[in-house]
């Protein structure tokens, strides 16, 4: 059982560039999370889906785009990557607003 | 404006001592609180929740504590162990949502 997969686990973008996290679960969750973690932070929201073709911001989404055509498939858009973005980034499932499970998640700097 | 806080940055116990992580909350419109336990380079786990209608709940070593009057809530863990020492964050939900927020994290260390 592989529960959240997060690809690629680290990844240095130049600023300016472009790349998509990836992120899929095999729990046939409805629910779909992205956050990210800055050092000594806590994990702050991006975006989130109650379900496929629904997503939503959360607290931090500028610079960030995601779309949800499946269920099992969640991923995070960076289009022009800034020094700011740079942060560890974790997605999660969670099949009620109850209990969420966490991919082991991804490391960005943008330099 | 840090709905969620976590004011201790971090937290030495001695093993066999019981841990304490303590989490305040602004919004009283939250219904629901997540603990999470996260090692370096793995995503959080879970540890333990509460509804917002009990005042405690227990989980073997761990037992959870809310105090809605106060908005306060408090991670108790007995015995600790060595490998308990990890980075704890709590998390609430705003009722209605379908969302989590999350506290800044304590840094537990649990001394051998």
């Known amino acids: 059982n592989a529960g959240v997969t997060q690809t690629p686990k680290f990844r240095i973008l130049k600023i300016g560039q472009s790349m998509t996290l990836q992120c899929t679960q095999d729990?046939?969750?409805?629910?779909m999370y992205w956050y990210r973690q800055d050092p000594g932070m806590g994990l702050k929201l991006i975006y989130y889906?109650?379900?496929?073709?629904?997503?939503d911001k959360g607290e931090v989404p500028n610079g960030y785009n995601v779309s949800r055509s499946t269920t099992e498939d969640f991923p995070l858009r960076l289009e022009l990557a800034a020094p700011s973005q740079t942060s560890v980034y974790f997605c999660?499932?969670?099949?009620?607003?109850?209990?969420?499970?966490f991919g082991s998640g991804t490391q960005l700097s943008v330099l | 404006d840090q709905q969620v806080k976590q004011n201790s940055p971090s937290l030495s116990v001695q093993e066999g001592r019981i841990s304490i992580l303590n989490c305040d909350y602004t919004?009283?419109?939250?219904?629901?609180f997540l603990w999470y336990k996260k090692y370096p380079a793995e995503g959080p786990t879970f540890l333990i929740s509460?509804?917002?209608?009990?005042d405690k709940n227990e989980d073997g070593r761990f037992t959870v504590f809310l105090n809605k009057s106060a908005k306060h809530l408090s991670l108790h863990i007995v015995p600790s162990q060595p490998g308990d020492s990890a980075v704890y964050f709590c998390a609430a939900n705003p009722a209605g949502t379908y969302k989590y927020i999350f506290g800044t994290g304590t840094r537990l260390k649990v001394l051998a």
């Open positions: 919004n009283s419109m939250f219904d629901y």
């Open positions: 729990m046939n969750h409805n629910y």
């Open positions: 509460i509804s917002s209608i009990k």
């Open positions: 889906s109650v379900g496929a073709g629904i997503t």
């Open positions: 999660a499932s969670s099949p009620s607003p109850r209990l969420l499970f």
